[in-house]
């Protein structure tokens, strides 16, 4: 595999991605990013700009408590420069992947989540029956210090029965194959903040 020109970070996610599916790295996001991101999604919620989220897509769209309970608002490009800089490391990542996978991703689309205290989103795969282009998940966390006993885990649901529960620390990025792995967020004790993302072939 060709990954020399790929920054070592992106080239271990890329490998991960081609022999496992998967990829978990613990130190991905800069500090400093993680903390302006966590304060422009609690902003943003301070402000009332964060939507109880929808299950499907267009006219089809509903929201439904008892599957998921975050709140999210999606990114756009050029609002905001640290939403910005968030942006240029999945066009990174997009690169990367395509360079090696030959996966044909064309663009990312993202939101910040906020789940409340007991808010969850039961098990389910992240592609809609009628769209198909998400290809490559990107989860981004974004809380300090969080603590085992507080819950919050990405459980995902792996082969021959196994699961891999994600702990969503700041700094933490987990990228898997959306059509692969179902997978649910368990209800935490504090709020539980992310940006949820998908790299995205043409339709
Ligand atoms: C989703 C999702 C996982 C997480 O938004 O589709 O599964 O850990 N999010 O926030
Ligand atoms: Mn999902």
Partial sequence: MNTLTIAPLFA?????LATHGWSQQSIFIPTDLTTQLAQECRQRAQR???ELAGIGRGVAKVVHAGIRGDQ????EEGQNSTVDRYLALM???RSAINQTLFLGL?????HF??????????KHLDRFRDDDRRVVTCVAYLNEQWLHEQGGELRMYLDGGQTHDVVPQ?????VFMSEQWPHEVLPATRDRLSIT???RRRA
């Fill in 91 to 93: 066009e990174q990542l």
């Fill in 72 to 75: 999210i608002q999606w990114l």
């Fill in 106 to 110: 064309e663009d990312f689309e993202g």
């Fill in 197 to 199: 993302g998908w790299l």
């Fill in 12 to 16: 271990r996610i890329v490998d991960d």
């Fill in 48 to 50: 009332g700009q964060l």
């Fill in 113 to 122: 989540a906020l789940y409340p205290p007991g808010a969850f989103y039961k």
């Fill in 170 to 174: 700041a700094g933490t990025l987990v």
